[in-house]
């Protein structure tokens, strides 16, 4: 089994920046795919971005060149790092972790980006 607690969110302008935090309460090397994903009011959960334990990426594509995804496996840590915001990035953030077959969640963290 596996906990996730995400933090980092908040509100901010548009084009400014934000680092989300994804902690795990197991080791995560052993966790080969772990995501975040993003549900806007209205809208349904979408991909934002993956990495494998090989730190294999991938993203959607309308935060490519923007976003960035990393995982610092002694920290048991998956980060977000969120540049160039757009109005249209506000959402709640999940941090998602796939391991012996079943998928783990946050309970999310809301980025509002408002001017």
């Known amino acids: 089994q596996v906990q996730l607690v995400e933090s980092g969110g908040g509100l901010v302008r548009p084009g400014e920046s934000l680092r989300l935090s994804c902690a795990a309460s197991?080791?995560?090397?052993?966790?080969?795919?772990m995501a975040w994903y993003r549900q806007a009011p209205g809208k349904q959960r979408e991909l934002v971005a993956q990495?494998?334990?090989?730190?294999?990426?991938n993203y959607v594509d309308s935060v490519k060149g923007r976003f960035t995804i990393s995982r610092d496996n002694p920290k048991n840590t998956v980060y977000l790092e969120m540049n160039s915001l757009k109005p249209e990035d506000t959402a709640v953030y999940y941090c998602?972790?796939?391991?012996?077959?079943?998928?783990?969640w946050g309970k999310g963290t809301l980025v509002t980006v408002s001017s």
């Open positions: 998602n972790a796939a391991f012996n077959g079943m998928d783990y």
């Open positions: 197991r080791n995560i090397a052993s966790i080969y795919l």
């Open positions: 990495i494998t334990s090989g730190s294999m990426r």
